[in-house]
């Protein structure tokens, strides 16, 4: 069949996004370490390509970046796209906050990806951490200096954060230089994040949703409570315009203007979750859907609960950290 086309938003900064991203975080095993398998996502990342995926979304602590950037050349080579036709976001990781250490660490990124350019590299979190994983207090807009430094370099072509609170995004719109063009955020029904959405909106930013199927899947292997593939509202929209619950919950996120970031390994939900571009959702499906909402967090580090810029609300008994072995 032939390949989807894609439809992009432009950006703060002029440049276009594509409209939905391949996601590229495969979870923490029980050392805390990423572990992609040999070669399945640069496999899954090249069928992407060819199916009409023009957006990956990858970060450092991924462990993915040298899959999908080898991909890329892969089909460069190719000659089915051209890098321009490809949009690759990636991320710097909290150990690398100090500003002398943000060049260094998006490098390391740049070259295993093996590619000229990034186009979207975002702050991953607003905390920074010493290497040995303890709390540092650097302060991000030192972190975003030096960025956009990175950026006026042209080896990233846009900027952007992750996981900023509204204070801390009004905060980098004030004090920065260069204004983020992307705030990427856990967005899914349960978790629809209108406030940040609309703070998004009036200031021209696109805001990227991770982890767009909340309740529907497994995650860290447990079931959580929440609507299901099977929800009759979601059955009956589907239904309506014949397509899939997984479909619905995309064109949802697409329709709000949100950038929905789906990850998969299998090529047969690899083609499912594409193919949401010829139908649309009504408002009042929207609005329907936007009832799933109970402010529902999947990625929530209470460990790191104590730096002063923690970005969300502190719980009372926080778990351990992952990181720390
Ligand atoms: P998703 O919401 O994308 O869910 C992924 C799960 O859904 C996998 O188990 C996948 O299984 C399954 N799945 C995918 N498509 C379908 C489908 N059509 N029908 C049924 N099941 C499906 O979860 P993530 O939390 O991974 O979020 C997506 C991406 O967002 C990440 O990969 C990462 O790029 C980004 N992210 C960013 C964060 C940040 O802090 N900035 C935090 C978390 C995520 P299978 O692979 O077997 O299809």
Not at 14 to 22: D, H, I, K, T
Not at 31 to 39: A, L, M, R, S, T
Not at 137 to 150: N, P, Q, S
Not at 217 to 225: A, I, K, L, T
């Amino acid at each position: 069949s032939s390949s989807i086309k894609v439809p992009t938003l432009k950006m703060l900064d002029g440049r276009e996004m594509p409209a939905l991203a391949l996601g590229t975080y495969l979870g923490f095993d029980k050392d805390g370490v990423v572990q992609p398998k040999n070669k399945e996502i640069r496999d899954i990342a090249l069928q992407a390509i060819d199916i009409g995926y023009r957006h990956f979304d990858t970060a450092s602590v991924y462990g993915t970046e040298a899959d999908i950037g080898e991909a890329i050349r892969m089909k460069i080579a190719e000659g089915v796209i051209k890098r321009e036709h490809v949009f690759v976001t990636t991320k710097l990781w909290n150990t690398a906050h100090k500003p002398d250490q943000v060049l260094p660490a998006f490098m390391d990124s740049l070259n295993k990806t093996g590619l000229d350019y990034i186009d979207l590299y975002l702050m991953h979190w607003p905390i920074g951490l010493n290497e040995d994983n303890s709390i540092s207090d650097v302060d991000y807009m030192e972190t975003w200096r030096a960025m956009e430094k990175i950026q006026k370099s042209g080896l990233a072509k846009s900027i952007g954060v992750a996981n900023f609170n509204k204070e801390q995004l009004r905060r980098v719109i004030s004090e920065g230089s260069v204004k983020p063009v992307a705030l990427q955020i856990e967005v899914h029904l349960q978790m629809i994040q209108t406030e940040l959405l609309e703070l998004c909106k009036s200031e021209g930013i696109i805001v990227q949703g991770y982890s767009p199927f909340g309740s529907l899947v497994m995650r860290f292997g447990f079931q959580y409570p929440g609507p299901k593939f099977d929800d009759p509202t979601l059955v009956s929209i589907a239904q309506k315009y014949g397509k899939t619950t997984a479909q619905v919950v995309l064109r949802w996120a697409v329709d709000r203007n949100v950038v929905p970031l789906p990850k998969t390994v299998s090529p047969k939900r690899l083609a499912e979750n594409l193919n949401i571009f010829d139908f649309k959702l009504e408002p009042k499906e929207i609005e329907e859907i936007n009832k799933f909402n109970s402010n529902t967090r999947y990625t929530l580090p209470s460990f790191w609960q104590e730096n002063t810029y923690y970005p969300f609300e502190k719980v009372e008994n926080p778990i351990s950290d992952p990181f720390k072995s």
